[in-house]
C-alpha cells in the first residue's frame, strides 16, 4: 500500500517562501504521475502542479507559474513543492497524490484520476 506523508507546512508572511515535502513509501511515484492540490477553506480543491514519470517538465496552475516549482529526489522517494513569493491567496491544506498511470496533461489536474493522497499540510500567509 502505498503511504504519502506531507510535511512543510507553516505561517508565513506575505513574499516569504516555504518548501514542502511529500514522502512516498510502499512503492514508488516514479512510475505514474504525481501532484500537488490545495484546498482553502470552504472552496473546491484545486490542482496545483504536476509532473510526470521520466519527464521533467512541471505543469502548473497559471496562479502559481513564476513562484512554485517542484522536483523530486527519486533515491529518497520524495517529492518537493518549492514556494516563493508567497500570497494570501496561497493559503490552504495542500495535499500530495500520486497517481499509477502516466496522466495526458489534460487529465492531471482531476483529482480523481489519482489513486493515493497524503493527509494535506497546512500553508498559511498572512501578515
Known amino acids: 500500500q502505498v503511504h504519502l506523508v506531507e510535511s512543510g507546512g507553516g505561517l508565513v508572511q506575505p513574499g516569504d517562501s516555504l518548501r514542502l515535502s511529500c514522502a512516498v513509501s510502499g512503492g514508488s511515484f516514479d512510475a505514474g504521475t504525481v501532484a500537488w492540490f490545495r484546498q482553502a477553506s470552504g472552496k473546491e480543491r484545486e490542482f496545483v502542479i504536476g509532473i510526470r514519470r521520466g519527464n521533467s517538465n512541471a505543469y502548473y496552475r497559471d496562479s502559481v507559474k513564476g513562484r512554485f516549482t517542484v522536483s523530486r529526489d527519486n533515491a529518497k522517494n520524495t517529492v518537493f513543492l518549492q514556494m516563493t513569493s508567497l500570497k494570501p491567496e496561497d493559503t490552504a491544506v495542500y495535499y500530495c497524490?500520486?497517481?499509477?498511470?502516466?496522466?495526458?496533461?489534460?487529465?492531471?489536474?482531476?483529482?480523481?484520476?489519482?489513486?493515493?493522497w497524503g493527509q494535506g499540510t497546512q500553508v498559511t500567509v498572512s501578515s
Open positions: 497524490a500520486v497517481a499509477s498511470k502516466y496522466l495526458i496533461v489534460s487529465s492531471m489536474t482531476s483529482g480523481n484520476q489519482y489513486d493515493y
